[in-house]
């Protein structure tokens, strides 16, 4: 993963519409604490209600991004945010959770209106699978 700077997901605040198979959820994307604080705050709302939320900030001594992300049913992740193939992700350091893998998330097709998101697992880091896909389009 190459570095992505302080400024690197500004692209992702905003209030989103966040289209699945099957689902719908909102993010809101904000910077809180003097700017340099990202928090999101995701609501699932079909097919059933979850939420989540993460907090992302810039460490700028390193210089890269680390994202910590919580949610209902008590998961908590560490994440380190950066470029994959030119692309803004955040993934796991180590793998995670019951199935041992490392995670990862990776923003696509940015634009002022939108962009695909995907949630990734991997063994080894070297072949992904894709487990998620979100449309997140900009709430007017």
Not at 79 to 97: I, R
Not at 105 to 124: L, Q
Request: aromatic letters at 16%; hydrophobic letters at 35%; one cysteine or more.
């Amino acid at each position: 993963m190459t570095e992505l700077g302080p400024d690197g997901f500004d692209f992702w605040l905003g209030h989103w519409d966040c289209a699945f198979d099957g689902g719908h959820a909102t993010n809101t994307i904000t910077r809180v604490l003097g700017g340099h604080v990202v928090e999101e705050r995701f609501e699932v709302d079909t097919p059933r209600r979850w939420s989540g939320m993460s907090v992302s900030v810039f460490d700028p001594h390193r210089p890269r991004w680390h994202q910590t992300w919580v949610d209902e049913a008590g998961a908590y992740w560490h994440f380190v945010g950066g470029l994959v193939d030119g692309h803004p992700s955040f993934g796991t350091a180590e793998p995670v959770d019951a199935d041992e893998l490392y995670k990862r998330m990776v923003f696509t097709d940015i634009t002022a209106e939108g962009f695909a998101w995907r949630w990734e697992s991997s063994p080894d880091r070297e072949t992904w699978t894709v487990n998620w896909e979100i449309a997140y389009t900009r709430r007017t």
